[in-house]
């Protein structure tokens, strides 16, 4: 009975320091990376949207100057797209669909915006 009494006190306890010590607030933003002295550091927001667009005339640009199959997407898990036959962003366009020919036929892939690293050709 006593070693159950001790038991639930320090539950209680550790309970009561959690709750008094608590959380950082939400809506507090991380603080920023350390920037050595003598560099500066600059940030650049780019609406996905925008990004996707420049991806899409890119693409449409290297396609006119190369084949189809030459053209292809490296994503940032080191895979690549490639035999690229097109590629359409979706409504918000913070995807892009891509249809390209594979051993297995035609294919499909859905890839976030942020998930691609480069476009380029062979």
Do not use: H
């Not at 409504?91 to 691609?116: D, H, M």
């Amino acid at each position: 009975m006593k070693s159950s009494l001790i038991l639930l006190s320090l539950v209680c306890g550790s309970l009561q320091a959690a709750v008094q010590t608590g959380s950082p607030a939400l809506d507090t933003a991380p603080p920023a990376p350390p920037v050595p002295p003598g560099s500066s550091a600059t940030y650049m927001i780019i609406d996905p949207k925008m990004r996707a667009q420049d991806y899409e005339q890119a693409f449409e640009m290297l396609r006119k100057e190369k084949t189809t199959a030459k053209v292809f997407f490296q994503l940032q898990n080191g895979s690549t797209i490639s035999n690229i036959i097109d590629m359409t962003l979706m409504a918000n366009a913070t995807l892009i669909l891509f249809r390209f020919n594979s051993t297995q036929g035609i294919r499909f892939q859905l890839v976030k915006v942020e998930e691609i690293a480069a476009i380029s050709y062979l």
